[in-house]
């Protein structure tokens, strides 16, 4: 029987300008710890079940390819050649589409850049309202809006200026990624 585990990449170097919001993986400890630990979970898994082969199907972005790639890597120093390694990448695997956004002038790698972290409560707390008393998710939010309210004003006023094309829905990102997940149980 066949059975999938998730996993969340790991941290990526934190470059705008070069890289967008597709960087290589950062050299750092707390990688190296949640890597051990997502790697000591699979193997757990495998051996267990005394399986023979595992498929990695990630999204196409670098940071979830090389988190793949350092996890069979520290695998196979463990089985040796006992177990065959596949990789797949799919695109409805990528996280939610952030949009367009505008980088403030003189920004430098490393640096903090507060609209899009502001985005991305807004955007969890837009999806996830009904953790709030008294209120409903909006699973059609999309990453990055302000919002334009009936009077002209914005409900996330912090955001105007920010984008200059909006992210996809959270309704959005939950049907690619669950109809990919559909399609792939069916296939193995």
């Not at 051990?36 to 390819?65: C, D, G, H, M």
């Not at 969890?124 to 008393?133: F, T």
């Amino acid at each position: 029987m066949a059975e999938i585990l998730f996993s969340r990449h790991l941290n990526e170097i934190d470059d705008l300008v070069a890289y967008g919001r597709d960087a290589p993986l950062m050299d750092s400890e707390e990688n190296q710890k949640r890597l051990l630990e997502i790697t000591n979970t699979v193997y757990k898994k495998i051996t267990k079940e005394n399986k023979k082969a595992v498929l990695f199907i990630t999204s196409p972005r670098l940071r979830a390819r090389q988190t793949a790639e350092f996890v069979v890597d520290h695998l196979k120093e463990k089985t040796g050649t006992s177990i065959k390694f596949r990789f797949s990448s799919n695109e409805n695997l990528r996280s939610t589409e952030q949009g367009k956004f505008v980088l403030p002038k003189g920004y430098r790698a490393g640096e903090s850049f507060p609209a899009l972290q502001l985005a991305g409560t807004i955007f969890n707390r837009e999806a996830h309202a009904s953790d709030q008393v008294g209120e409903t998710d909006n699973i059609n939010y999309k990453f990055g809006d302000p919002v334009k309210l009936p009077g002209g004003g914005y409900k996330y006023p912090e955001l105007v200026g920010n984008f200059t094309e909006y992210g996809e829905s959270y309704r959005e990102t939950l049907i690619r990624i669950y109809s990919t997940v559909v399609d792939t149980s069916g296939k193995y």
